[in-house]
């Protein structure tokens, strides 16, 4: 157990690197100046040589990105280009907001996807099962600026039920604002997670021990419940692991819709300015939180599912 | 997100103002809400230079000079008076009796100091600005500390200039040329902005607000009537709309679809507020290469444009071109028209040149609704006439840099925004020689004319104004026949508030400056119901 942690983080670190590395060189590859981001598109000739030799904009890619690393190292993932707000301040202040609503997006669409995918499965071949599974795939097959923009125009503002956007001061006020894209966020995500958890429940209803039970006298949806749950949830803990690292960089459509000021909004602006030390930053955030949430779900599966315990026999 | 507003006006919800004026004298009081569709970037004077920082600064820093509302002549702010000497070389300037908002005076050495700064920054945009003044070279250039050209006494500031330069005294107008103390030049100028204007800043939670409030002991009451201004970053268009709708903010920026339903609903029409800017959008052509380098070819695409189509297409937001100063601005010839629509004429001008069948040219254009619009538009009207065009979408970070190299695409958007009312902020840097240079140019159809470099440069040190205007009229005129661009429009903003914001009109400079109007609100210091 310990050996695979240790190797596992090896790989992690690599992971990381790389990610971050590729980033890098893409964002200086790219045909953009970046002293035009910092002084405009009106610049003149003089300010932005002055700029390019003050930033080194013109070294060789390989100076730069050991500058850049050796920076990173001691902590420092520089300025953005466009505000000069520095990119470590500035995750600092948008981490918490992307991470309010990936837990609270990925929350919902696990619940709900549990949920509809167990109905799903109870009701497997009749009217309810057919009912989830095609409303699953039109909400899965919706975009989700389309969807935020429909329940922000509907709900916030026809009907005035939640405000029209932004994140809200104090708990009762921020989870007003938070309802509506964290429910956009779920609602993509739960369409896949219901289709998994049905498909999950079916196999697991086939086993043998599924049938002991029955045989037992137990009502289906005590079967359901109590013995075949626990062992179609592995693959769904999976996945909404791998969607929390994913949305640890932000949502980025989302974030836009509803005024939410997260790491993707952040993102999205960075990526339109070609403002590289934001782009690279908020990309090492992704990969780390990607890399470790992973860690997480393969430690949580192994408690979900006892036969992953078995410790590996020398000759195997 | 369009088709759901097409839904709005269906439902008629909204379709007259939920509020009224109170009525009574302009008064002091209240809080304005607004909001921007993009964020602002810093509060830094020597930095800000994107049209959303400038809005939230602007109320923040007062200047020497500014502008009277709704008007783009110079008035007196920080300096009372001031006089040119006849050579036009030497500015004086007579500081008035004003204080920052701690009551500490604002002295001439404050002006220097700022400046001084600005000169040093590598990486402000406006240190070139200040470049005219004697001595400023070598601040730039690291050699000295100290800017000869700029004399401070107690409460006059002289300023020396290497060669007459009528741009001075409206870059001294720009947010940039306010005034610091020592201590402000060591802090964190880039959220705690020094207030020498009518507000300071309360609080920015960034990315999401910033809230100013009316500052005490400013020498102007009539530019501080309100309370407390609130500006929303990072709100779109569409969703200030239904904001404003419900109450939630007092001014709203309207996208053209927007703007054409408020046009048509009488209780509304009075409360849009419309203003061109003084920008230049359409197209530049590199006059260096084929086939651009022949006047007729650029003259023909100039004829082959429909202009009332895109006119139509913008919905309210954009009145056709002839040049790049737009209406009202000075030195504008408004004796001409912009190119007719004539396909004939503009097919024999290609004939004549050489492309009797046309050719084929690629076009760079930029991923906005407007450029969009335009590069389509323009796609239809080259078929018309034998050419065919190639559409490519690029960031604007990509573009920017592209077009500034004389090796860079031929043929593709063009957008210019004036600093200040003056073609000295647009002619210069898009039409003289000067300023071209293989990695930036901003001469970016790479236009090289004898005459108009001279026009240029005898109009910025002409003291006379009525001369000024005649030069710059001679050319407007060149640049018309010699069409390095396809002239395409200017931008009209239109903006739409509360019936209670009252002597409101977008500023011809800074648009969105609210410091010359007042709420008129109830005596609860509420919106009073219709």
Known sequence: MTNMIIRRVGWSLLVIWFVITATFLMTVALPADPAKTMLGPQATADSLARVTERYCFDDSIVVQYGCWVNNLVHGDLGESYRTRRPVTELIGDRIWPTLQLAFAGVALALIGGIFLGAIAAYRRGRWPDRAITGATLILQSTPPFVLGAVLLYVVAYRWDLLPLGGYGEGVIDRIAHLILPATTLALGGLAYYARVARTELVDVLREDYVRTARSKGLAERDVLLRHALRPALPPLVTLAAMDLGVLAGGAVVIESVFRWPGLGRELLQAILDVDMPVIVGITLVTAIAVVVVTLIADLIQVWLDPRLRVPATPHS | ?530
């Not at chain 2, 994107?50 to 002549?73: F, M, Q």
């Not at chain 2, 004796?335 to 690629?362: C, M, V």
């Not at chain 2, 395409?488 to 109007?517: C, I, K, L, M």
């Open chain 2, 1 to 530: 997100m369009r088709w759901m507003l097409v839904l709005l006006f269906a439902c008629s919800h909204g379709d007259a103002p939920r509020w009224k004026e109170a009525g009574g004298p302009p008064r002091a009081g209240g809080t304005l809400r607004v909001a921007s569709y993009g964020g602002v970037n810093t509060l830094d004077p020597a930095i800000a230079i994107d049209e959303i920082s400038i809005a939230a600064l602007h109320p923040i820093v007062d200047r020497l000079v500014g502008y009277a509302p709704d008007s783009t002549e110079l008035v007196p702010r920080l300096a009372e008076r001031w006089t040119i000497s006849p050579d036009g070389l030497t500015y004086t300037f007579a500081l008035r009796d004003a204080t920052y908002a701690d009551g500490t005076r604002i002295v001439a050495a404050d002006f220097k100091r700022s400046f001084e700064r600005t000169l040093s920054k590598a990486d402000s945009p406006f240190g070139p600005y200040l470049a005219k003044i004697a001595g400023a070279q070598d601040v730039i250039d690291g050699k000295a500390s100290s800017c000869t050209g700029i004399v401070a006494a107690e409460r006059t500031l002289t300023i020396t200039l290497t060669a007459p330069n009528a741009a001075l005294l409206y870059e001294l107008a720009m947010p940039f040329a306010s005034p610091l103390t020592e201590a402000a030049v060591t802090s964190d100028l880039r959220t705690a902005p020094l207030a020498s204007g009518p507000y300071e800043l309360a609080r920015w939670d960034q990315g999401q607000q910033v809230e100013l409030v009316r500052r005490p002991r400013f020498y102007d009451p009539a530019r501080q009537r309100i309370d407390r201004i609130i500006l929303r970053e990072n709100t779109p268009r569409d969703v200030q709309f239904m904001m404003f709708d419900r109450g939630e903010l007092d001014a709203a920026e309207l996208s053209g679809s927007d703007q054409r339903w408020v046009e048509r609903q009488p209780a509304w029409a009075p409360h849009l507020k419309s203003r061109a800017l003084m920008n230049a959008f359409g197209s530049r052509m590199n006059t260096r290469v084929k086939p651009f380098d022949d006047r007729r070819v650029r003259q023909a695409l100039n004829y082959a444009v429909d202009k009332q189509r895109i006119t139509k297409l913008l919905m309210g937001t954009s009145t056709p071109a002839h040049g790049v100063l737009a209406p009202g601005a000075f030195g504008r010839d408004d004796g001409l028209a912009p190119y007719p629509h004539d396909r004939q004429k503009a097919i024999a001008l290609l004939a004549e040149a050489g492309y009797p069948n046309g050719f084929s040219i690629d076009y760079l254009t930029l991923p906005d609704e407007q450029a969009e619009k335009l590069a389509l538009s323009l796609q239809a009207d080259l078929a018309a006439v034998g050419i065919t065009m190639t559409i490519t979408q690029v960031s604007p970070a990509t573009w920017g840099t592209a077009i500034g190299k004389p090796s860079g695409p031929t043929f593709s958007i063009g957008t210019w925004v004036g600093d200040y009312p003056d073609p000295l902020s647009l002619l210069d840097p898009l039409f003289h020689s000067r300023n071209i240079t293989d990695d930036n140019s901003t001469n970016s159809s790479f236009f090289t004319n004898a005459e108009i470099d001279g026009i240029l440069d005898a109009a910025r040190g002409e003291g006379d104004r009525a001369k000024r205007a005649a030069l710059y009229r001679r050319a407007e005129k060149i640049l018309y026949d010699e069409a390095p661009w396809i002239w395409g429009y200017h931008q009209v903003f239109n903006e739409v508030v509360q019936p209670y914001v009252r002597d409101y009109r977008p500023h011809p400079v800074w648009v969105r400056d609210y410091t010359s109007a007042w709420l008129d609100l109830g005596p609860d210091g509420e919106p009073v119901k219709r």
